[in-house]
């Protein structure tokens, strides 16, 4: 089982520019979100979703877009990068929509110049 | 809001040692989780423990221990006999109930890095 991939693994944006982040999990996980990590600050709920077609904000949503079009993926949008968007980002998910555990991709370490 | 503090940043010990992570938090909810999560320098997050509210239980896994205390608010974390791959940055989070609209946002602390040297 591959569980949760998350690509790229590094990634290098100028200021202004746009990527997408894309997170897959093979496991029918009906709940999924995206952290981002930064130093002494821990991990901060950016999005997530509750099922295909449902997203809804976290912590820290401004500057990314997401969307749930499958159960299987969960992109993460910057539409137009900033150097404080420059973070760790982690794609996981979870079975349902109660207190399992979450399963974690390993991580995009986005660098914005 | 919920909250989770660990106020430890950082903690260095000399393998065997028993060292001890300390986590406390804040939920105005009767109904919550809480959880351990373990970064190793390789970066990714491996899950070790979920305990309910109403579960006031201590636990021991191993070398590994917690100890849950709804009366200080507190869910700490003990390695005994510490090793060199125990090494890693360890998150404490909290997750409100289900039927209060939790189980969507896990709040996560700052983290607390273990350093074992030999």
């Known amino acids: 089982n591959a569980g949760v991939t998350q690509t790229p693994k590094f990634q290098v944006l100028k200021t202004g520019q746009s990527m997408t982040l894309q997170c897959a999990q093979d496991?029918?996980?009906?709940?999924m979100s995206w952290y981002r990590q930064d130093p002494g600050m821990g991990l901060r709920l950016i999005h997530y979703s509750v099922g295909a077609g449902i997203t809804d904000q976290g912590e820290v949503p401004n500057g990314y877009n997401v969307s749930r079009s499958t159960t299987e993926d969960f992109p993460l949008r910057l539409l137009s990068a900033a150097p404080s968007q420059t973070s760790v980002y982690f794609c996981?998910?979870?079975?349902?929509?109660?207190?399992?555990?979450?399963?974690f991709g390993n991580g995009t370490r986005l660098t914005v110049t | 809001a919920q909250k989770v503090t660990q106020a430890q940043t950082e903690i260095s010990v000399v393998e065997k040692e028993d060292v001890t992570l300390d986590c406390v938090y804040e939920?105005?909810?009767?109904?919550?989780?809480l959880f351990w999560y373990k970064q190793p320098p390789s970066g990714e997050l491996v899950f070790l423990i979920r305990r309910n509210s109403f579960d006031e239980q201590n636990e021991i896994s191993g070398r590994y221990s917690w100890n849950f205390q709804k009366s200080t608010s507190s869910f700490n974390f003990t390695i005994t006999a510490s090793q060199v791959v125990d090494s890693a940055v360890y998150f404490c989070?909290?997750?409100?109930?289900?039927?209060?609209?939790?189980?969507?946002?896990?709040?996560f602390g700052t983290g607390t890095q273990l350093k074992v040297e030999l």
């Open positions: 496991m029918n996980h009906e709940y």
């Open positions: 939920t105005r909810d009767t109904t919550y989780y």
């Open positions: 989070a909290l997750s409100e109930g289900v039927l209060t609209g939790g189980g969507n946002k896990l709040t």
């Open positions: 996981a998910s979870k079975k349902g929509r109660g207190n399992s555990p979450l399963h």
